[in-house]
């Protein structure tokens, strides 16, 4: 059985960090592309930031120079590290895991950007 874990999330000012992780088990991660998804209110689910199996990563354009998403194969788990968090990146966060028709989603961690 598949579990993704998230954790992390939390109430943070505008300007400060979090860092979220995602825990794996049943698949190694290292043979799938991972990524971080956000849904805020009223939004579609948009991709936040994925690496692949090669370690290539990509991310869009609003969190460039902000986030960096990583991976500890040893603890088979993805991090998402957000600076200078805005209002805007508030959202449910996910987790998720891809490999050809294989699809895998976390339960979601809720990231707040508020004074």
């Known amino acids: 059985q598949v579990q993704l874990v998230e954790s992390g999330g939390g109430l943070v000012q505008p300007g400060g960090s979090l860092s979220l992780s995602c825990a794996a088990s049943?698949?190694?991660?290292?043979?799938?592309?991972m990524g971080w998804y956000r849904q805020a209110p009223g939004k579609q689910r948009e991709l936040v930031a994925v690496?692949?199996?090669?370690?290539?990563?990509d991310y869009t354009d609003s969190v460039k120079g902000r986030f960096t998403i990583s991976r500890d194969n040893g603890k088979n788990t993805v991090y998402l590290q957000m600076n200078t968090l805005k209002p805007e990146d508030t959202a449910i966060y996910y987790c998720?895991?891809?490999?050809?028709?294989?699809?895998?989603w976390g339960q979601g961690t809720q990231v707040t950007v508020s004074s």
């Open positions: 049943g698949i190694v991660i290292n043979s799938y592309a």
């Open positions: 690496i692949t199996s090669g370690g290539r990563t």
């Open positions: 998720n895991a891809k490999r050809l028709e294989y699809y895998y």
